[in-house]
């Protein structure tokens, strides 16, 4: 069983800064994607941005990035030039691709506060 | 909005009541995915339908939790004899065939009293 681990409960960064967030996660298999899920306070989960892992480019949209380390099976958002907007709980997920059920697992969430 | 929705948004009732819950996934989607998620946690997965067959649950849904999907559209989860530890948001979550990116819906928050 796959499990995903953000060690960060809590963050907060002023507008305009820059903010990583931090997911480890655990498994024995080799083709599975990741994702970062934003979720405001209208509970809406939203995708912020995926990485397939066997690719070793880092995936990027717009202002969000990622670090995916896939030796140490680490998977960092960044996020820049910090807006208000980006307030939310921030869910860091995988998913196995090599099963046929595509089932996320999350990981408990890091709570982005973005202050002005 | 993803497309996917879910009826009702909030939902109070009283311990030892049914509840139901609805979910319309976005046309064509054939795969439909129920989630639980409580206060400071992240969504737990709970059962996946493929089409109209239900093809995995998790051993969170006890005996009193159903879920259907007649026909392979629209889906329905049912809890029965309703606790206070099942108050939660039930999300609902949908994809395409081949694709592994979920559309979620707004979510149906259940309180129990």
């Known amino acids: 069983a796959q499990t995903v681990t953000q060690s960060q409960p809590e963050m907060s960064v002023q507008e305009a800064e820059t903010v990583t967030l931090s997911c480890t996660y655990d498994t024995s298999e080799n083709n599975y994607y990741l994702f970062w899920y934003k979720q405001p306070p209208s509970r809406q989960m939203i995708l912020v941005i995926r990485?397939?892992?066997?690719?070793?480019q880092n995936a990027t949209e717009n202002r969000f990035s990622v670090n995916f380390q896939k030796a140490a099976k680490s998977f960092s958002l960044k996020i820049s030039d910090s807006q208000l907007g980006d307030t939310a709980m921030y869910f860091c997920?995988?998913?196995?691709?090599?099963?046929?059920?595509?089932?996320?697992?999350f990981g408990k969430g890091t709570l982005l506060t973005v202050n002005p | 909005d993803t497309g996917v929705s879910q009826n009702p948004r909030h939902k109070i009732t009283k311990r030892g009541q049914n509840v139901t819950f609805r979910c319309d996934p976005i046309s064509e989607h054939n795969r439909l995915y129920w989630y639980r998620q409580t206060l400071g946690q992240g969504p737990e997965f709970l059962t996946y339908?493929?089409?109209?067959?239900?093809?995995?649950k998790s051993r969170l849904l006890s005996d009193r939790f159903s879920a259907e999907r007649p026909k392979g559209s629209f889906s329905t989860l049912e809890i029965q004899r309703t606790e206070q530890g099942d108050s939660a948001m039930y999300l609902c979550a949908t994809t395409p065939r081949g694709d592994e990116k979920l559309f979620f819906g707004s979510g149906t928050q259940l309180s129990v009293l």
């Open positions: 997920a995988f998913l196995n691709s090599g099963g046929s059920n595509y089932k996320l697992t």
């Open positions: 990485q397939e892992a066997y690719k070793q």
């Open positions: 339908f493929q089409n109209e067959a239900q093809l995995e």
